[in-house]
């Protein structure tokens, strides 16, 4: 027997759905022949819209605040998910992103409550991440029951799904693989919106303009400013080249560290750091292709933890990569395969600052950076690697093929 056309094919649930996600369930919608639902926290300034094939259903919202509101925001997100989810057909697939982190554990609930199939999208592995962080103890009972309650989850999953090499050889020792259906894990790399994100001269860059960066070497940092971020190197290195009156520190964002880097400009009258506040996602053509170098941070200790999508962003944008890394990691991968940067260790000032100098001093080390970067991403981060889930789905799995 045929399935009800008017059933949905997949549940994607996701509790904060940015612009890479939102590509991702849109193009997958697309390509299933029925319509999808997404089960989704927004604000104001991130309202989503439904589409003919992916219906948008607006669930809790997540805020960025202390960690225990952050906490109450992924509980409410959980259980409004989980008498929603009870009450559409078990034919229709769930695809779960482990966001919230204990999400996941969703799939697994309606599989053994309603038969339902359900695959796993880990942008960021938990508990070891809040463990790198100092959130959480290594040896903790949470910790011990968290870890175990992933291998049954994941092991249990139609497919598991990750966003770099380096991760995936971290879940390879978490659990069994080849107990999944698809039997290995896929990995598939993020990508951004190269025509959208695309280099931009400053002089015909009304944002470049406005901020005065035409006549800059721009070092631009644009994302969150959270605790675990090392945006202490960028402020110490915009010190130490405050006599270069040419280079200007432009830095985009908001969160934790904010305040600390408003008291930090002002102390130190640095008059070569800009600080902005996030743009809106109609900016960023402009705001990216700003920079003529774009750092990108990623903590020590979570190396094969996480990988941060708006490196794909900066180097769609033309922006040579100054990465603050230590260890094997995506950026580290990505820099050494496409000639596109340098890598720096965190809190590595006096290197920092060499890094800084020689984009600055070589322009053609500079322009060949930028050049690879912006090739990078027209080869390997495109929007084709949406079709890779696509044909996972469709094809690996067959379960858009059952009666």
Known sequence: MKKNENEPRIIFLNQVSGKLFLELAEGVADGVGGQCILYTGSDKSNEIESTSNLKVIKAPEYHRGNYYFRLLDWFKYFWFIFWSVLKQPSSALIFIVSNPPFLPLMGYLM???????????????????????????????????????????????????????????????????????????????????????????????????????????????SGNLGATHDLETILEAAKELGNFNDIQFLIIGDGYKRPFIEKFIDQEKLSNVLLLPFQAENVLPYSLPTGDVAVITLSKGVEGLSVPSK??????????????????????????????????????????VSAIKRFYKDSIFLKSCKENARKAVESYYTKKNIEKYREILMDKLKFFHNN
């Open 111 to 221: 599989k053994k409550l309603k038969g339902q199939s359900y695959v796993v999208l880990i942008y960021d592995i938990y508990p070891d991440l809040a463990i790198c962080l100092g959130k959480m103890s290594s040896q903790g009972l949470l910790t011990r029951m968290w870890r175990w309650f992933n291998k049954i989850v994941w092991q249990n999953a139609e497919a598991v799904f990750t966003i770099g090499d380096d991760m995936a050889i971290k879940l390879e020792s978490m659990f069994k693989a080849n107990r999944t259906q698809l039997g290995h894990i896929a990995v598939i790399l993020n990508w951004v919106d190269h025509k959208l994100i695309k280099p931009l001269p400053k002089e015909k860059n009304w944002f470049a303009q406005k901020y005065k960066q035409v006549d800059k070497f721009t070092v631009l940092y």
């Open 311 to 352: 490196v794909y962003y900066a180097m769609a944008g033309g922006s040579a990569l100054l990465c603050i890394c230590s260890g094997d990691n995506e950026l580290k991968t990505i820099i050494q395969k496409h000639q596109c940067g340098i890598l720096v260790e965190p809190e590595d000032v006096k290197r920092f």
